[in-house]
């Protein structure tokens, strides 16, 4: 048995979907680069069956991730997560009785923004190493199984989270993130409970990139070793 219910689109869902993944300045001198590679970690869910304790019965969680670099400082980068979330009534508190429970299967594309806290670029000796902040919106599409009932569906998030990077070699780089996608919907459990909030998941993921370099000629970071 599946079911399909629409949810509401609005102009400023869709415009604040493109706006808050851009949240940086274009640096017009600086080196620009992208990055693109693979990630692999684990999600978990945050509702009205796990309240607010993260990384309960956590699911693997991989994907993709593609950054374009403003410099040592400002990136875009847009992601792709494949993850599973999880709810069990004998494992956590609910807030809300009578829920089952739920296994979510994931697919989200994201669009963010990040900002690192020390000047960074992946090849660098001097400049290779440094925490930021990251935050932007998804659209993700889920589907719920519960007792063999399975149920799908689509919404939006607002994304926040952190991570660390560090660069391996001259076009290698490596990350670790931790990020919460707070959605606008109370269904990712299948169920509208009456906690007068909405769902969320977290993410934790590692993963590695690969730098191709553009304005080679600028004066870079990478080779200010």
């Known amino acids: 048995m599946q079911m399909r219910e629409p949810i509401p689109i609005t102009y400023k869902q869709i415009l604040f979907l493109f706006l808050a993944g851009m949240m940086f300045p274009t640096v017009l001198h600086a080196q620009h680069s992208l990055e693109a590679g693979l990630s692999g970690g684990v999600a ?64 989200d594309i994201s669009a963010m923004g990040e900002f690192n806290f020390m000047e960074y670029s992946t090849g660098s000796k001097k400049y290779n190493f440094t925490p930021y902040i990251t935050a932007g919106a998804g659209f993700f599409s889920f589907s719920t199984e519960i007792n063999d009932s399975l149920t799908k569906n689509h919404n939006f998030a607002a994304i926040f989270g952190l991570g660390f990077k560090y660069s391996i070699s001259k076009k290698v780089g490596l990350s670790a993130e931790w990020r919460m996608h707070k959605t606008f919907t109370d269904k ?20 590695l990139t690969y730098k191709i370099e553009f304005n080679n000629n600028c004066g870079c970071k990478n080779q200010r070793w």
Do not use: C
């Not at 304790?53 to 374009?68: C, H, I, L, S, T």
């Not at 909405?198 to 590692?206: E, L, Y």
């Open 188 to 207: 990712l459990d299948d169920r509208e409970g009456n906690s007068g909030t909405k769902d969320w998941f977290g993410v934790a993921n590692i993963s």
């Open 44 to 107: 978990y869910y945050n509702g009205d069956i796990v309240p607010w304790v993260p990384f309960v019965m956590p699911k693997p969680a991989y994907g993709a991730v593609v950054r374009y670099n403003f410099g040592d400082r400002w990136t875009a980068k847009i992601t792709y997560t494949h993850a599973k979330v999880a709810g069990d009534t004998t494992k956590s508190e609910p807030v809300v009785q009578g829920l089952q429970n739920f296994t979510t299967t994931i697919n």
